[in-house]
């Protein structure tokens, strides 16, 4: 079963702890969590005192991930407002070993994102220091959008990659997944699917989530 972790993006702010105890209670394994900075990407979204309150309610894995340049100076606070995962971009780190070793080191699971022109292949002298990488299926900094069907075979070369070097990392896709984008990426090899606005804008998310949970 694929691991599930709902955009929060999506959510309805207004009532945004109505939205967390949903997720509580569903299928879900993680809270996705998309921090945008204005500048790597179009978008302003969560700031520091909304995620903390978002990890009071939280009952799941906080699964940050940061669309920013220079994350690596926020590292070590977003890991104490109670991240469990936290992905940088690649394009957004000049030292990307540095910043990895940094997520670690402040107690997180690392990950590092690509973009839909970045090639898997700049991972290779990482790839081992990643629990996770997230595969962007859309362009970063808005929801909603259309998936881009090239990632199935980005997902199927990562997959490839992990399998040569033996290692236990993670595959995550964020971007237009919904029933039959799913369906698709699980069977490619994707490990972890984000949703968000076809769990939040559904008359019952719940069993969207769940839906996704039997993929």
């Not at 009532?15 to 204005?38: K, P, T, Y």
């Not at 969560?46 to 309150?53: E, L, S």
């Not at 990426?185 to 968000?196: F, K, R």
Request: aromatic share 6%.
């Amino acid at each position: 079963m694929p691991v599930i972790s709902p955009s929060l993006l999506a959510a309805d702010f207004a009532n945004l702890q109505r939205d967390i105890e949903m997720v509580n209670a569903s299928e879900a394994d993680w809270f996705h969590i998309d921090v945008m900075d204005g500048v790597f990407v179009p978008n302003i979204s969560f700031g520091m005192p909304v995620i903390q309150a978002i990890a009071k309610h939280a009952q799941k894995p906080l699964d940050v991930h940061l669309m920013i340049v220079q994350p690596e100076r926020y590292i070590e606070e977003f890991a104490k407002l109670g991240a469990e995962i936290i992905t940088v971009h690649q394009e957004a780190s000049i030292h990307l070993h540095r910043t990895l070793a940094q997520i670690k080191e402040a107690g997180c699971k690392a990950g590092v994102v690509l973009n839909p022109s970045t090639p898997v292949s700049v991972l290779e002298d990482v790839l081992a220091d990643c629990d996770m990488v997230l595969l962007m299926s859309v362009n970063p900094g808005y929801g909603g959008q259309k998936f881009i069907p090239q990632t199935l075979e980005k997902v199927r070369k990562l997959k490839a990659m992990i399998q040569e070097k033996e290692l236990d990392t993670l595959i995550e896709i964020d971007g237009g997944v919904n029933q039959e984008t799913g369906k698709q990426l699980v069977e490619a090899g994707a490990d972890v699917l984000v949703a968000g606005s076809y769990v939040f804008g559904a008359e019952n998310p719940e069993a969207k989530i769940s839906g996704l949970k039997k993929l």
